[in-house]
């Protein structure tokens, strides 16, 4: 068997992936989930671990925080959201 959903018929802001409690998270693959919302400012502080986080193709929005500079990436990925503003200098230069 398998199940059709309708597009955001199970859609969710990404905050809540920082708010289960997960620890020496290195790898966040979420795309084409249908998320909503920003990313948090403080998932640098709540992942301090990440490397490599694809969050491509979901309903996302808002700024791109500048916090994610302070991480080590192998991996970033964002594109296919509606994301606003520009992309920090610090991060635009990973």
Avoid at 25 to 43: A, H, M, Q, S, Y
Avoid at 47 to 58: A, E, F, G, I, R
Wanted: charged content about 20%; aromatic content about 12%.
């Amino acid at each position: 068997p398998s199940l059709m959903c309708a597009e955001a018929a199970y859609s969710f802001p990404f905050r809540e992936f920082l708010d289960l409690g997960w620890t020496n998270v290195e790898k966040v693959w979420l795309d084409g989930n249908f998320l909503t919302g920003e990313i948090p400012d403080r998932i640098t502080e709540v992942w301090p671990s990440l490397q490599s986080l694809d969050l491509y193709d979901n309903s996302m929005e808002g700024p791109i925080p500048e916090s994610l500079s302070r991480l080590n990436w192998v991996k970033l990925q964002l594109q296919g959201n509606n994301f606003s503003g520009t992309v920090p200098r610090s991060i635009s230069e990973l």
